[in-house]
């Protein structure tokens, strides 16, 4: 089962094929398979163990898997070198890791300017203006030069998809971008990840467990025993999105 674009006409922007990955010999994903197109936003749903993560990881370049291939655009992601990976995932990629990631010994505005520096080699005092822009519009604002220590848990996710997206990435992985956000706080990282996908064409691919995320999204993936299928009734909302190719 291929697990595509909602459109026959969409090209993906990424697209997965018949992935395997164990870990210490015991499988993680099984023949998983799934396409993106510029602009889409997908959620991954599925139980804790199922191999959601690991897609995810496989997906953005971070894992190799060991059969199967990910390509994005014209590249074969799984068989680029350690190095063309590394910068593939700083120039082109947007990541929102379930815990936040954020670096301890930077500020808040600090750690938002990091990606804009490193894929751009923007100047330090544009990059940090436009964290602040960031900081603004997740309703952040007066927290620039605070450390991640002493933020609460909702506000280190907000930083964290803020600094995901201010480098204007192709696509943003989120692991679980709500997770840790009350409803107002969670409508606004939802309300900026959508737009991005609307108005600048970013693909987003998101595991959630919420409901009311996967609604927001055009389709919902299932990941079960490390397989994919197009998910028609556990996550409401995104049927109507939904095409399954065989």
């Not at 990631?101 to 894929?119: D, Q, T």
């Not at 822009?133 to 952040?140: G, K």
Request: charged share 25%; proline share 4%; aromatic share 4%.
């Amino acid at each position: 089962m291929n697990i595509s674009p909602s459109s026959s006409e969409d090209r993906p922007l990424l697209h997965a094929q018949k992935l395997a990955k164990s870990f210490n010999g015991t499988p993680a994903l099984r023949d998983a398979e799934l396409s993106v197109a510029a602009g889409e936003i997908v959620a991954v749903a599925g139980p804790s163990g199922s191999g959601k993560s690991t897609l995810l990881h496989c997906l953005a370049g971070i894992l190799v898997p060991d059969d199967g291939f990910v390509r994005y655009g014209d590249r074969e992601v799984s068989r680029l070198p350690d190095v063309a990976r590394s910068k593939l995932r700083r120039n082109e990629f947007g990541f929102v890791f379930q815990f936040g990631g954020l670096v301890a010994e930077l500020s808040i505005e600090e750690n938002i300017a990091l990606p804009l520096l490193l894929a751009h080699g923007g100047r330090r005092r544009a990059a940090l203006h436009e964290a602040n822009v960031w900081l603004e519009r997740f309703a952040l604002d007066g927290l620039a030069r605070r450390r991640p220590g002493e933020l609460s848990g909702g506000e280190a996710q907000r930083v964290a998809v803020a600094r995901a997206m201010a480098h204007r990435p192709r696509v943003v992985f989120a692991d679980e971008p709500t997770g840790a956000l009350d409803s107002a706080a969670g409508d606004i990282v939802l309300t900026a990840l959508t737009e991005a996908a609307r108005t600048q064409g970013t693909s987003v691919v998101l595991i959630t467990h919420d409901a009311r995320v996967a609604a927001r999204a055009d389709r919902t993936v299932r990941v079960e025993d490390g397989r994919t299928r197009e998910d028609d009734a556990d996550m409401p909302g995104s049927a109507d999105h939904r095409t399954v190719r065989k």
